[in-house]
């Protein structure tokens, strides 16, 4: 793991120093790990980055692609692309700024000389703003995913330009996008099956963050639309939520205060996300211990904090996981990925050197054994 064998060579120092105007010097220990690199056509398990050391612990044998989403880490371009994995960028605008095709223009250049300067090998559109059908926005949204794959498909060879959805295409969070439009004029698209709970607009009690069925159900409305799903890559939390209950009873239903979300009564914002080494180094702890909803196919747990209030944890694990990883497999998905890959515990504790392992199998499980439902 980590250090100069990996392929970096330069001091911080020396690169900001060649970083100057145009393409900065390549920072890795052979000038071929600067290449793009462009991919395997196998399956992808695409894995969401926020920042820090935590890319040194991942099981970098299952990786294809990297979204970048902490601060630029050459060590880690260097590292991705001796492993043949991708690094792309995030991608991020407001709206109201695309919708001038010379302003769109303008933006997609300045992402395409970023990548370039840093090596990269894509970039990840990550643009979960509200949008109107048929509105400026809607039109430009779509030309923007269109004009940004084709200047990155003709300026970096190989290159892979991806953009993040919601679990479903029903308007959910107010994003009522053109789906068919924008799958087509991309690479994929980067389904959050995640947050699924984001609009409660039944009962406001706490829930699973990713049930096993609504998140099938949201894939199924893509492909109904006449997405192909070699062009949808599921992605799984590797957090949860924690929720502080009103009243929770003996059958487990945690009633939560209403928060509303993007016009509706009740949200998962009544919770705090929590990542899941975190949630495993408290659940040994909990009156509960972990239990399995079936209906959901999710596990959960309860606590009392120290002001006495009980709490209901909802998250994944590689039980859940496996299973959604299933139907990637079956229903003929481009791949999988998870937000994010840093909530792991990578410790060197034996314990947690053991969840993380079973997270990271779990994506892949479905590739090398047959897992029957
Ligand atoms: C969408 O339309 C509604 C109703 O016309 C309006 O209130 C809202 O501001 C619009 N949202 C956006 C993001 O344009
Ligand atoms: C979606 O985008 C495609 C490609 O630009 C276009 O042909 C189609 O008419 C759009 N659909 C809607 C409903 O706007
Ligand atoms: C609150 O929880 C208690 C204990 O399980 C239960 O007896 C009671 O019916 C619940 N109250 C409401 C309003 O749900
Ligand atoms: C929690 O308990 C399980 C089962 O008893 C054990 O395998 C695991 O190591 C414990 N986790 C921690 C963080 O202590």
């Known amino acids: 793991m980590g250090g100069p064998r990996d392929g970096w060579l330069l001091p911080l120092g020396l690169l900001q120093l060649l970083g100057g105007a145009g393409a900065a010097a390549c920072p890795c220990r052979e000038p071929r790990l600067c290449r793009p690199v462009t991919g395997t056509g196998g399956p992808e398990v695409f894995v969401f980055d926020v920042g820090k050391n935590a890319w040194k612990s991942y099981d970098w ?16 371009m260097c590292h991705a692309h001796s492993k043949g994995a991708r690094v792309v960028l995030k991608g991020d605008v407001p709206l109201k700024e695309i919708v001038d095709p010379a302003k769109r223009t303008a933006w997609i250049s300045q992402q395409v000389d970023l990548a370039k300067k840093q090596y990269m090998d894509g970039i990840n559109i990550d643009i979960e703003q509200e949008v109107n059908e048929t509105s400026p926005e809607y039109y430009a949204l779509t030309e923007l995913v269109k004009e940004t794959t084709d200047a990155f ?36 698209l980067f389904v959050m099956s995640y947050d699924e709970q984001s609009q409660i607009w039944t009962d406001c009690v706490a829930k699973a963050n990713a049930p096993y069925l609504q998140t ?13 799903p070699k062009k949808l890559v599921m ?9 502080v209950c009103l009243n929770l009873s003996e059958d487990h239903v945690c009633s ?18 929590v990542p899941y080494g975190a949630i495993m180094k408290q659940v040994n702890s909990s009156i509960s211990g972990v239990l ?7 596990p959960f747990y309860e606590y009392k904090d120290s002001l006495g209030q009980f709490h209901q944890v909802w998250f994944d694990d590689p ?13 003929g998905l481009r791949g999988i990925g998870m937000w994010n890959g840093n909530s792991l515990d990578y410790s060197r504790e034996a314990a947690a050197e053991q969840q993380t392992e079973a997270m990271w199998q779990a994506l892949t499980l479905y590739w090398e054994t047959n897992i029957k439902q």
């Open 61 to 76: 044998s299952k990786i294809t692609t990297v979204a970048a989403f902490g601060k630029y880490d050459p060590e880690l």
């Open 153 to 188: 498909h003709r300026e970096i060879p190989g290159s892979q330009v991806t953009f993040d959805v919601a679990w479903s295409p029903a308007c959910i969070d107010k994003r009522c996008y053109n789906y068919t439009g924008i799958a087509d004029a991309c690479d994929f």
């Open 216 to 228: 099938l159900i949201g894939y199924e409305e893509y492909i109904t639309m006449g997405i192909d």
């Open 235 to 243: 992605g799984v939390p590797w957090y949860g939520y924690d929720y």
């Open 256 to 273: 939560l205060s209403k928060i509303p979300f993007r016009g509706a009564p009740c949200s998962d914002a009544a919770g705090r996300q």
């Open 292 to 298: 399995w909803n079936e209906v959901q196919k999710s």
């Open 319 to 331: 039980r859940s996981i496996s299973l959604k990883a299933a139907y990637v497999k079956n229903r």
